[in-house]
């Protein structure tokens, strides 16, 4: 099998564990990185021993890099991914795909044009917790689901993050920022949605940081962060998800999963790993359900290999542009239902992802073409 040529732009907060696991894959060779602040690409090409650290625009220059990175903030990730796509080159990016569904259709019109995949994060629902998951449902473990609830609550990131204004400004707030685990994991699990409901509210319309590097700046927010879903998937089932950067205390599940013959909770989908959990009307009693899949740690840049591997053997891979589209659908759509307090039929179509296979003594190193050492 061989390797593709990477190239890394945004080498902010979360470029650290893509340097990292992005070196572990069989079929990822990282050739160069970027940012516009030069220093940043300087200091992880040396930490990383990454060859080059260079320009954007001396990064799209380089031919031997197919695939490019794209981990900068969400309200540039059009304009680099079009920059990238315009150079020949595929596109992994992190969460979201774009700011609005038609900076998303830009992209994915170009990226057609050119004949170029593009992709993106989140890539957790490829991990052992959210297959395993994914694998006791398309089991009828709890028979046919009929609902879902699926919770991300806390008090934002001002506390912890260096940096964290852009998270209230605009293609910030909680749904954008965390909604795509929650909802790439739903799709993952039961399939794509059809349409939903949505209302919205700002608690704080002015936070204090607290971190470190900008202790007691203001910012002022811009973005609604106590966000309610309610969503009907094209199974039919209902489904329920609150995102809030309002809510200092909870014990709420991240996920769950109910069905005619039981319930299912899932693991953080924020995660690779985690013990998911199922009650039956059989056993009546709560049990941890044994993983069998790859990727227990933190294996961010698994989406990347699979890219990688649908660039050169022609197959499609997981994390593709319709699953990403459709989780900003969706996300888009909370929005416009709490600003018009009408229900929205969502504008996107896609399949479920290919369940990733059950790791086993005798396809353990094939897979590892895919996955990590």
């Not at 909680?174 to 409901?197: F, H, R």
């Not at 709420?252 to 319930?263: A, D, F, L, N, S």
């Not at 969502?346 to 992802?353: H, I, M, T």
């Amino acid at each position: 099998m061989g390797k593709i040529g990477i190239g890394i732009i945004g080498c902010g907060n979360i470029s650290g564990i893509y340097f990292k696991n992005c070196k572990k894959f069989d079929n990822l060779e990282i050739l160069a990185c970027a940012d516009m602040v030069k220093e940043k690409a300087e200091a992880k090409a040396k930490e990383y021993n990454i060859p080059k650290a260079c320009s954007v625009e001396e990064l799209l220059a380089d031919k031997r890099i197919k695939l490019v990175v794209n981990l900068t903030i969400p309200k540039a990730h059009t304009e680099v991914n079009i920059k990238a796509l315009n150079a020949g080159k595929n596109v992994y990016l992190e969460k979201p795909l774009a700011l609005s569904r038609n900076e998303a259709v830009k992209v994915i019109n170009l990226a057609r044009k050119k004949r170029l995949l593009v992709g993106g994060a989140p890539d957790t629902f490829m991990g052992s917790g959210q297959q395993a998951c994914r694998k006791l449902i398309d089991d009828g473990e709890i028979g046919r689901p009929v609902g879902a609830t699926a919770f991300m609550l806390c008090h934002g990131h001002e506390s912890w993050h260096p940096a964290p204004e852009f998270y209230y400004k605009k293609g910030g707030g909680p749904m954008l920022d965390m909604g795509p685990y929650y909802l790439t994991a739903l799709v993952n699990i039961l399939g794509p949605a059809v349409k939903v409901m949505g209302m919205e509210n700002i608690t704080f319309p002015e936070r204090t940081i607290t971190s470190k590097e900008k202790y007691g700046a203001k910012i002022k927010v811009e973005v609604s962060t106590h966000v309610l879903g309610l969503i009907e998937f094209k199974n039919r089932v209902i489904g329920t998800i609150i995102t809030s950067f309002d809510v200092w205390a909870h014990k709420m599940p991240c996920i769950e999963i109910y069905g005619e013959k039981g319930t299912l909770r899932v693991p953080d989908p924020n995660c690779f790993d985690g013990v998911p959990l199922i009650w039956t009307k059989a056993a009546l009693e709560w049990k941890e359900v044994k993983l069998t899949h790859a990727f227990v740690d933190n294996s961010r840049g698994v989406g990347v290999s699979d890219m990688a591997n649908a660039i050169i053997n022609k197959v499609p891979f997981r994390p593709d542009v319709k699953l990403t589209y459709h989780v900003l659908d969706l996300m888009q759509s909370f929005h416009e239902s709490a600003r018009t307090g009408k229900q929205v039929k969502l504008v996107s179509k896609c399949g479920q992802p290919a369940p990733m296979p059950v790791v086993t003594p005798e396809n353990e190193s094939d897979w590892m073409t895919v996955g990590g050492k």
